[in-house]
């Protein structure tokens, strides 16, 4: 393409230098209103020449979080700087209204998924790929020959938390970094202020760096490497991928030879948080995420002296106060605006802390991480067309970082805006910048990554993504470390189709490394038809990105045959450990079914459409190559083709080789090369090879800002892999495999065609580097078809000693006598004969033989001497222990044996035994075959008795129930357990101390005690004995009453302490409540009142007594009192209580008539039926009536009743005195009321009497406790 991209460099290098020399911002208020601290995403149309322009003079950020296209210019800005813009008159479109909002609610959406992806990740393996490479023994990142990245493990102990956005807040990180430490002390330090003399924060904080090497707690003479992250504390990213990328290193060390390689020669410092007070501010203003605090909390700077909750504007942009090319274009001096650069270069503790540190080591690459935009900028950043002179290294190293994720790469300026007073700057450094600062004087090469993009979730993107960020970032990371070492990459520039017995191999040794190093390049045979390699010499004083292309003389037997795979080993190294080791295979003499040399062809085996291609006298060998065109830049709107004039037959082949040497310079992202392939010559795919890479996406790559007639990569149906970029001259040898596991689209194809396609755009991009855009050059093309003649296998046996399983049987298994046995392709199966024995084989020697057998069915056998023994011991008895209270003479036990059988113990111990305590019996069980085994059984002699129990209680008795608790007996053994008696009646016994006894009568007493036991039958003595008397049982009576109480009904009665005046209206009163006692044998008045309305009727009368408490009144002798109708009133009689009447509470019914004696249980017309509570006693029994006893049922009132537990009392004093009786007129409890109530949970369910004796009055309540 054209060479006016120079022409556009120097207009905008001139537009900057004019604009930073002539921008005055005055401003400088210290103050936000608090509603201009949300943040949204905005898009501004590019509706004018002057857009950028506008922007640059309000001070916004252009470099992170840029989405920049043809039409408009995507940012996440402030109300504040909405404001600033509005005052330009640029407009612009709200995308997201709240970006904090946004961000915190995604990721509290997204979290669950996120974890549960992280889960799977870690179980995900890395992919393999085999070329013509048969085995690479050691790999490093650098040498990735394959169309996709490596599909990398995540480390195990990466986490995201669930809290915060998925981000680690302050303390989370310093919780990572000691973790690391504990759990890899050997090769990462315990973390430290960077700041050699402990400066700290304007908070107070130190910014904490941990290094990763060998021997972490020295300085060695190895390269070092720098690794930030969260200069702006918003960028989730920048410190994500840092922890990853550490746990990486961390867990791989001691299981990838590429990874101990980095470790071992190179200490790597990471700094995860270099904004620690901006990182807590976020996590203050927004602590679920998504705070947009990007600067650090310099006081004073636009916080208004206070310190707003959601003020995220405070303090200085620490990526904008570094000491090289400072104040100019891409930074600012407003208070508030997020590219504050502050008074002075070097204003902040921050900045200050981290040039102390830099200057105290020597860093040869440094990687200081941002997000988002998927980018990669590296120096100069601050200002549009300054040169480094090492340009060529950072295209190279960016060019490597970025293969596969394809970010964008180049100098700010050149893929997007300026950036003053950036960090990477000054750790480069370079020409003086016109105030005296060359920078930090160590030539870093020093990059600031971009990592993320918005389809991700932007600063804060959704957890779902994070691990994928970090993922592609580690690529990136790896190859910093590798490039800041003894790095060389190396070229196999050997084609497959070796043609002489007496030939050179050729190699390219590509220096990459920023630390000078000899390399030394050994070539070794491993097929029996090399005769002799002699390997290169040592390079030595190779220039950085120089590539020498060396040779080793190879030697073949004269018998070898066409087809015939020659292998041999090669060995790059640096002179501190092996970089690169592998097999390579070539053929000699295999079918070459395309071959073009264009020195003597030129194009005549080519034919082209779409435009021209041209030989050039740039060729890798001879004096002619085919290229794109004459001129030096291609040219623009390109799409051709260069395909082969013939057809390649590729069936019967093992595999096919297309082999070709290439060269290329061709834009990034828009323009590219494909080799394809096709079965029928119309349709084509595009081939994967060693150099080829993925596609350009716009999704992953921002870099789609051309204009409409510029077509990106992944448009206009280019898809696949495809070449694009600089090679800076170097030629290499391209190889497309054609086999089952690699475009396996053409394999057995018999009309195979191969091409070139080229597309181009309307222009080109420098992307700040000095280019030609020279095109695409090939070379020798050649289609080789390989048919591979495979030797047989050869068995390698040795001899082994082997041992018969727990069965008395063996296996041999082949890898058991299996000595390296080899195969030029693949052994396929393995057999050993014979292969079983048994018991009968112990102690011999047999003869097996191993039998190896390849694809095609060849076979090679050899002999093995195999001792077999028995080295598996008698199964160990387990014996049970003896107990006894006297001697003790044992019968010897017995076990098996696989092969001895049943075996029979033997002892030393002397029976019987009759020593007190425990004896240990050792017993040996021999096998006879060299193998024994003991097993040790316990016997107790034992009489001594345990503790007697103490402490029993009853609790929780029933009608047929009641609970037994005691305290533990102790034993000189153990106590085996607890008999348990009623009485003198053994009737259960327990394990524990506890028992419930279960089965017992009503209003019954019983007594209970129990004893301890141990195993050897010693008992102890009776523990102490508790009374309990069940619950009576509950009964119920039948009903009686009158219809009608309107002209008729009781009035009063008299009986015992029961004096009651009836005010009940209803034909039947349960007066229950009500309760007299009553003395066996005694003698009492019964008296009722009738009561009338008007007229006096005859009235019959009738009371009983259920003496016997069984819920009727129809037992001889209960119906106590009977009058025949009669006016008199009242009718009084005499009762005399049986002295067989059942002692306890009972009912009385007195039960009135119109003009009948009523029955117990009758339902008549006019009169009433009242129940009362007798409570007989026997006649030594406390009576309850005193002289000052007074029944008063009006006034007191007793509640719940029935109850459970709490027993209220009203009427009463707080402090009255009451007992309460049990049926038999015992007393159970007494004392004083407690806030009017008693608590009566701990008594048996059944009947009481309360009896309250207030101010010298005593009154009797009855109630019922459940």
């Known amino acids: 393409m054209k060479k006016t991209t120079f022409i556009f460099l120097l207009i905008s290098f001139i537009f900057i230098k004019s604009y930073s020399q002539t921008k005055s911002i005055t401003s400088n208020s210290n103050q936000i209103p608090y509603s201009e601290f949300k943040y949204k995403r905005v898009q501004i149309s590019k509706n004018s020449p002057d857009v950028i322009k506008k922007l640059m003079e309000t001070g916004v950020d252009l470099d992170c979080g840029v989405v920049n296209t043809e039409s408009y210019i995507q940012l996440e800005l402030s109300d504040y700087e909405l404001n600033k813009i509005r005052s330009t008159g640029l407009k612009y479109k709200v995308v997201v209204e709240d970006l904090t909002k ?20 870690k179980k995900s393996s890395k992919a393999n790929r085999s070329l013509s490479v048969k085995n690479v023994i050691i790999g490093n990142i650098g040498q990735q020959n394959d169309c996709s990245e490596i599909n990398f493990v995540t480390p195990s102990n990466f986490t995201i938390p669930s809290t915060f956005g998925g981000c680690f807040t302050n303390s989370g990180v310093l919780a990572e970094l000691d973790k690391m430490q504990r759990m890899y002390p050997n090769i990462i330090s315990v973390k430290a202020n960077i700041s050699p003399s ?41 410190m994500m991928n840092t922890i990853y990328y550490m746990w990486y290193l961390l867990e791989n060390y001691s299981s990838d030879p590429f990874i101990k390689s980095i470790v071992d020669n190179t200490e790597m410092y990471f700094v995860p948080v270099a904004n620690p007070d901006g990182l807590s501010w976020n996590e203050t203003i927004a602590p679920t995420g998504g705070g947009m605090q990007r600067k ?63 200057l105290s080591k020597n860093f040869k690459t440094a990687l200081n991480h941002h997000a988002y935009s998927n980018l990669l900028p590296h120096p100069i950043n601050g200002k549009s067309g300054v040169l480094t002179g090492r340009e060529n290294e950072f295209a190279k190293l960016s060019h490597d970082m970025t293969q596969y994720n394809r970010y964008v790469y180049g100098p700010a300026p050149g893929i997007l805006y300026a950036a003053s007073g950036d960090a990477s700057d000054w750790m480069t450094g370079g020409v003086n910048d016109g105030t005296g600062s060359t920078g930090s004087g160590k030539n870093t090469l020093s990059l600031s990554p971009e990592n993320g993009s918005l389809a991700e979730g932007g600063f804060w993107p959704s957890p779902i993504n994070i691990t994928a960020i970090a993922k592609r970032a580690l690529r990136m990371n790896l190859i910093a470390a590798y490039y800041a070492g003894k790095y060389a990459k190396f070229h196999d520039l050997t084609q497959s189709n070796i043609t002489s017995l007496n030939s050179n191999l050729t190699f390219g040794i590509e220096r990459l490394g920023q630390t000078a190093a000899n390399y030394t390049l050994t070539v070794t045979p491993v097929s029996s038809n090399i005769v002799s390699i002699t390997s290169p010499t040592v390079q030595t004083g190779m220039a950085v990105l120089e590539q020498r292309n060396v040779t080793a003389a190879i030697q073949l037997a004269p018998g070898i045959l066409p087809n015939q795979k020659i292998e041999y080993k090669v060995s790059l190294s640096n002179g501190d450990y092996i970089l690169y080791e592998a097999n390579f295979i070539k053929y000699y003499q295999p079918t070459v079914l395309f071959s073009d040399n264009p020195d003597t062809n ?13 030989n050039s006298t740039s060729a890798y060998s001879g004096t002619r190559s085919i290229t794109d065109a004459s001129t030096v830049a291609y040219a623009n709107n390109i799409n051709k083709t260069l395909t082969t004039a013939t057809t390649s037959n590729l069936s019967g082949a093992t595999k096919v080789l297309v082999q070709y040497y290439a060269k290329w ?78 475009n396996s689209f053409l394999v057995g194809a018999t009309a195979a065609r191969f091409r070139l396609y080229m597309r181009t755009d309307s222009s080109n991009r420098t992307d700040g580097y000095t280019t030609t855009f020279d095109g695409f050059y090939i070379d020798d093309f050649r289609v080789i078809k390989i048919i591979e003649s495979s030797a047989a296998p050869v068995a390698i046996c040795k001899d082994a000693t082997l041992s018969l399983n727990s069965n008395g049987q063996l296996t041999v298994l082949p890898t058991d006598i299996n000595n390296g046995s080899t195969d030029d392709v693949a052994i396929t199966s393995i057999s050993v004969s014979p292969n079983t024995f048994n018991c009968s084989h112990r102690n011999t020697t047999q003869l097996v033989t191993l039998t190896v057998t390849d694809a095609e069915g060849q076979t090679s056998s050899c002999t093995s001497s195999v001792t077999i023994k028995d080295t598996t ?32 113990g033997i002892t030393n111990t002397t029976f019987p035994i009759t020593a007190p305590g425990t ?54 053994t153990a106590v085996s357990g607890y008999d348990i008696y009623q009485g003198t009646t053994l009737i259960s016994s327990s394990v524990n101390t506890s028992f419930t006894v279960t089965g017992l009568t009503a209003s019954t007493a019983y007594t209970f005690s129990v004893r301890a036991k141990d195993a050897t039958g010693n008992v102890s003595a009776i523990s102490n004995g508790i009374s309990i008397t069940t619950s009576a049982p509950i009964v119920t009576y039948c009903a009686s009453k009158g219809n009608s109480v309107i002209n008729e009904k009781i009035g009063k009665v008299v009986f015992g302490t029961i004096n009651n005046t009836t005010t009940g209206g209803t034909g039947y009163e349960n007066y229950t409540a009500i309760a007299t006692n009553a003395t066996r044998g005694t003698t009492y008045t019964i008296a009722i009142t009738p009561s009338w309305t008007r007229t006096k009727y005859k009235e019959g009368y009738s009371v009983w007594i259920d003496y016997n408490g069984d819920g009727d009144f129809v037992d001889a002798g209960e119906q106590v009192f009977t009058r025949a109708a009669t006016t008199t009133t009242p009718v009084t009689g005499k009762i005399t209580i049986p002295v067989t009447a059942k002692i306890g509470t009972t009912r009385m019914r007195v039960s009135m008539k119109y003009n009948a004696i009523p029955t117990s249980c009758e339902t008549f ?102």
């Open 102 to 121: 946004l961000y915190s609610e995604r990721a509290q959406k997204d979290m669950a998924q996120a974890q549960s992806n992280l889960v799977r990740e």
């Open 198 to 238: 402990n400066q700290l924060t304007h908070q107070g904080r130190p910014i904490y760096y941990v290094k990763i090497s060998d021997n972490p707690s020295l300085n060695e003479a190895e390269p070092n490497v720098l690794y930030t992250g969260m200069t702006h504390s918003r960028e989730v990213s920048s």
């Open 296 to 358: 650090n909390l310099r006081p004073g700077i636009c916080d208004a002296g206070t310190t707003a909750s959601s003020n995220n504007t405070r303090g200085v942009d620490l990526n904008r106060n570094y000491g090289y090319y400072y104040g100019l274009s891409g930074s600012s001096s407003v208070l508030c605006d997020n590219t504050y650069r502050g008074t002075s270069a070097f204003s902040e503790p921050e900045t200050q802390m981290m040039r102390d540190f830099v």
């Open 602 to 614: 030129l194009l005549s085996k080519w034919t082209q459409a779409g435009g021209t291609w041209v």
């Open 665 to 742: 310079d061709l834009e990034r992202n828009f323009d590219l090369v494909q080799i394809q392939g096709s079965t029928n010559g119309t349709n084509w795919t595009p081939l994967c090879g060693n150099y080829t890479k993925p596609t350009s996406k716009t999704e992953t790559n921002p870099h789609a800002t051309k204009s409409s007639t510029n077509n990106f990569q992944n448009t206009a149906g280019a898809g696949g892999v495809l070449y694009d970029g600089n090679q800076m001259g170097k030629w290499v040898m391209e190889e497309i495999v054609i086999d089952a596991n690699n």
């Open 873 to 904: 011991a008698p199964v160990i008895p387990t014996l049970a222990t003896v107990t006894s209270q006297n001697a003790v003479t044992l019968t010897s036990p017995t076990t098996t044996d696989a092969c001895a059988g049943t075996i029979t």
């Open 919 to 972: 004896t240990v019996v050792v017993w040996t069980f021999d096998d006879g075959s060299g193998q024994s085994v003991t097993a040790n059984q316990n016997v107790i002699i034992d009489n001594t008795a345990p503790t007697t129990p103490t402490g029993l209680v009853a609790s929780g008795t029933t009608q047929n129930s009641t609970n037994l608790s005691w305290t533990a007996s102790t034993d000189n």
């Open 1165 to 1266: 017309a006019s009169g009433q039926v009242e129940d009362y509570t007798i409570n007989i006693t026997a006649p030594a029994a406390r009576t309850m009536e005193t002289s000052k006893e007074k029944e008063i049922t009006n006034d007191i009132v007793v509640y719940p009743n029935p109850t459970t537990s709490i027993l209220n009392v009203t009427s009463v004093s707080e402090n009255a005195a009451f007992k309460i009786y049990n049926i038999l007129g015992q007393t159970i409890m007494k004392g004083k009321l407690s806030n009017n109530s008693i608590n009566v949970s701990s008594i048996a369910q059944g009947n009481y009497v309360l009896e309250i004796t207030d101010k010298e009055t005593t009154t009797t309540k009855r109630f019922v406790k459940q």
